[in-house]
């Protein structure tokens, strides 16, 4: 306090004066009130939604009442323990706090505080427990971490924190959790851990910087429960000293770069393991003997009220394991066989090993299992009849093994079952009648030996929506009750079926796979139904008198006029089916059943774009069209989408694609855009050969800008495009960009919208980092994305691409570290454009920077952003990149 009015003043003797006051404001402060250090710590910090409204010096609440405040029950009652957590929260964080002398947890997760690590809080001298995850915390860890000596809980987790985790870090003896997961930390991990033998848990997963052996010396810590190190960057063997930890619940080391075998006697020493995770790592060799051993725990499964206290020690291994999963290494050998009837086990997954074993008929005594993976190994055996007795199995995937004999009728009893993936095993026998499985999503049976029919039974299953029969023997008809179904996957290639393909599978709904069953026909199959009739005159005419001719054409008649009754019956039915809503805003000569014809596998292009695949469809004008085919949720009125469809339709503009129409029906909305023939930005981007001059990228930059801010600004009423990617903007003859796919959330409603968005790209890097806090869309976003394209065309890099040396897959913090690391921008530029553009370059590159700004208020508007990249083009003053962790402090470099 002192020193910071302590300021240079040349006049001595003010300084003087300043001195005197402060040393008498020192003591006024110590005694300040609880009420005015809280009104203290608040007024440093922005409340946009005014959660701390009740934190007021003008009502009559005592402040022990005020919003996150819990006292001690004196009283005298007093502070102990601050909780903001989730408040929206950002500014400065004042050391005031710490003049309540009896604050021992402080809890500001999940804000948007913006600053380094606040040493300061070292001041708060009851200090216990202190929560900053999910905020912008950004820096190093300092030495003087070493400060927070009384610290017991420290949670770091889910921020920017970079660089080296300090020796001094070792201090903190009294730690029981710590938390750094989620961060930027780099490099080898110091050797201190084992000074921490009170910890309880240990988080430092989805650091992908680091770079380090597992501390070895974790394994002195007897108290340990639960160790988090997935996705670090950790390599080396899994530590001997594990053994040791005799209190451990949960053991996450997947996703990192573990090599050798495990050590021998591990299951004997995890007695109270409940999650045991190694998965996607490089560890080999057999596993260990008798984890979990078989023998041993069926007796006790049977009989523990007689074996207690006599069994060896080995036996209560893995009794409380829940979770275990070691799938995506190379291990070999038998699995542990023990595994299967585990009382507790609830996930099992060991796919993408060598594996070998069979599945044992008791599994069905594992009532609690949910999920079974164990695809892509060598086990053999045959599927136990005991999985239809396991209420809670939803998953159960073994494909690629080389499981053999019938499918037991049993197979799919399970109330909650979803997923089956049988497909490439030497199964044989019929598949079996399915009823109860009610909640099945998808089943593939391929590449097995199955004969028979495919059963009636399926087309009762009300979700099924992936069905996969395709290189078996079956034969017969397709049922017709599968029409009942809405599958997105059809696959029966190479069988041996036979007579009419049912019309809605050949509609294009489903994506349907027939071929390879000569006996099939249909229209748009190498046989058509008609023919057949053909066929068997000819045949008739061969082996019969001309007497016959007459009566086998009387026949060949009646089938004709019969199948033509049929199609008109089944056609009828299906106009009847469903709906038609369409209007087209161009003269296009195509019928709606043409339309729905042609949108099949064939005509699909490019990568698909989030909400649906393109399909690219000529007309008989040879003109083409592109054609989006979108999920209708059925929540809008078929009057409010042709609303919507026409605002977007009606948008003109040179950067934007046109809307040629739409049709739509209950299930689906076909959205007919003009066609362009380069393809998209991201195509070509992701192409092999790519290679664009610096003034082709700079042009297709301010169209696309040009573009947004059209709709941000121009167009009434203002749109936000909400899916800005380099796949969304394509390009004509000419390279002049259009963007597309604009708005789509006004389509198909803000809700779908928001959850087809999450779970088609849950981390896509064009997603602004504020979506997670803030669902509403802004403009900044829109700009974010932006920002993310002018990255990719500065440096020919694809957004979302790992490079060979480092795992970043997101450009901007990829960008932000190269140039930080060698302190300029020449790594971080396309090295295929040449010296003479650098300078260009150079400003797009800031101005991109500029645009994926964390803080969305920093980022310039699209208008600004369109001047900005016009001036690049004329001057060409030299401009010097200067970007440091303080221009932009919200992100780490
Ligand atoms: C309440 O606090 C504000 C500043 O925090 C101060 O200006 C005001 O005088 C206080 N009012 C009362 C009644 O204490
Ligand atoms: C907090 O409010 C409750 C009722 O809302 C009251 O009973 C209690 O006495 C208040 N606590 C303090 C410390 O004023
Ligand atoms: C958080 O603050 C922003 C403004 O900074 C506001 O728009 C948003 O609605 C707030 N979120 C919540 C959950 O209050
Ligand atoms: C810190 O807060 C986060 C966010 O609510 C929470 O998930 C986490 O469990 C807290 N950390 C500790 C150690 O309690
Ligand atoms: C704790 O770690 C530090 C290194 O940071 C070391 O100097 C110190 O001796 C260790 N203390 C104990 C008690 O192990
Ligand atoms: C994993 O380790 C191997 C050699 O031990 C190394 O070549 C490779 O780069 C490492 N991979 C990662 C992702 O760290
Ligand atoms: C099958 O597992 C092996 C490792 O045993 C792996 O190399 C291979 O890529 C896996 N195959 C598939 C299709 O995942
Ligand atoms: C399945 O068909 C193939 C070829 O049509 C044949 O070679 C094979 O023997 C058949 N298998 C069974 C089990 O019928
Ligand atoms: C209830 C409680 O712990 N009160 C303490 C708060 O802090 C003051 C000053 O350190 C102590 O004197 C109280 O006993």
Known sequence: MATFFCTTTINYYYSFIFLIFSFLIIPFINTTSEPDILLSFKSTIKDPSNFLASWSNTTLTHHCNWTGITCTNHNTPSVTSLN??????????????????????????????????????????????????????????PEQISQFSALEVIDFSINHIEGKVPESFGLLKHLKVINFGNNLLTGNLPRVFGNFTNLVVLDLSENQFLESEIPSDIGNLGKLEQIFLQNSGFFGVFPDTFLGLSSLKVLDLSQNNLTGELPKNLGA?????????????????????????????????????????????????????????????????????????????????????????????????????????????????????????????YRFSASNNRLFGGIPPSFCDSPVMSIINLSHNLLSGKIPEVKKCRKLVSLALADNSLVGEIPHSLGELPVLTYLDLSDNNLTGLIPDELQNLKLALFNVSYNGLTGRVPFLLLTGLPASFLQGNPGLCGPGLPNSCLDEG??????????????????????????????????????????????????????????????VMAINEKTAVGSGG?????????????????????????????????????????????????????????????????????????????????????????????????????????????????????????????????????????????????????????????????????????????????????????????????????????????????????????????????????????????????????????????????????????????????????????LPV
């Open 84 to 141: 903001l957590q989730s408040f929206n929260l950002s500014g400065e964080l004042s050391p005031a706090i710490c003049q309540l002398f009896n604050l021992s947890s402080l809890n500001l997760a999940d804000n948007l505080f913006n600053q380094p690590i606040p040493l300061h809080f070292s001041e708060c001298d009851s200090l216990v427990s202190l929560n900053l995850s999910s905020n912008l915390i950004w820096g190093t860890i």
């Open 534 to 595: 053909k066929q068997h005159r000819h045949a008739s005419l061969t082996k019969t008198g001309y007497a016959f001719i007459s009566i086998a054409l009387a026949v060949a008649m009646v089938m004709v006029v019969y199948a033509l009754l049929l199609i008109h019956r089944r056609a009828k039915k299906r106009s009847e089916m469903g709906v038609w809503h369409s209007v087209f805003f161009y003269p296009l000569r195509i019928s709606e059943q043409d339309l």
């Open 610 to 890: 989030t909400f649906g695949k393109v399909h690219i469809i000529s007309l008989p004008s040879s003109e083409l069209i592109a054609v989006k085919k979108l999920v209708n949720s059925g929540n809008q009125s078929t009057k409010y989408l042709k609303g919507e469809i026409k605002t977007l339709a009606k948008i003109r503009h040179k950067n934007i694609v046109k809307i040629l129409g739409f049709c739509s029906t209950e299930d689906s909305i076909f959205i007919i855009y003009e066609y362009l023939p380069k393809g998209s930005l991201g195509d070509i981007l992701g192409g092999p050969n790519f290679q664009m001059q610096w003034n082709v990228r700079l042009r297709i930059a301010i169209g696309v800008a040009h573009g947004l801010a059209y709709l941000h600004n121009d167009y009434s009423p203002n749109l936000l495009h909400r899916d800005v990617k380099s796949t969304n903007i394509l390009l004509d003859a000419d390279f002049e960009p259009k963007i597309t796919d604009f708005a789509l959330d006004r389509i198909v409603g803000d809700a779908s919208f928001q959850s087809i968005l999450a779970f088609e790209s849950p981390s896509s890097c064009y997603v602004a980092p504020e979506c997670k806090y803030n669902k509403k869309a802004t403009e900044e976003m829109d700009v974010y994305s932006f920002g993310v394209v002018l990255l990719e065309l500065v440096t020919g890099r694809q957004a979302g691409l790992a490079d060979s040396e480092e795992l970043s897959l997101d450009i901007v913090k990829w960008v932000r570290r190269k140039i930080n690391i060698a302190n300029g921008s020449d790594h971080v530029l396309d090295p295929r454009i040449s010296a003479s553009s650098k300078q260009e370059m150079v400003g797009a590159l800031e101005l991109g920077i500029h645009c994926t700004s964390v803080m969305p208020e920093k980022r310039p508007s699209m208008t600004e952003v369109i001047k900005a990249l016009q001036t690049l083009g004329s001057t060409s003053s030299s401009r010097r990149l200067q970007f440091t962790s303080s221009d932009d402090n919200s």
């Open 269 to 393: 020493s995890l007695g109270n393991l409940v999650s045991f995770d190694v998965s996607s790592n490089k560890l080999s060799g057999p596993f260990p003997n008798g984890i979990c051993s078989g023998k041993t725990l069926i007796s006790l499964s049977l009989h523990t009220n007689y074996f207690t206290g006599l069994l060896p020690e080995s036996v209560n291994q893995c009794l409380n394991l829940e979770r275990f999963q070691v799938q995506n290494n190379g291990f070999s050998g038998d699995f542990p066989n023990g595994l299967w009837s585990l009382p507790k086990i609830i996930l099992i997954r060991g796919e993408n090993n060598r594996f070998s074993g069979e599945i044992p008929e008791i599994i069905s005594t594992a009532f609690k299992l949910e999920q079974i993976q164990i695809d892509n190994n060598s086990f053999t055996g045959s599927i136990p009849k005991g999985l239809g007795s396991l209420k809670s199995l």
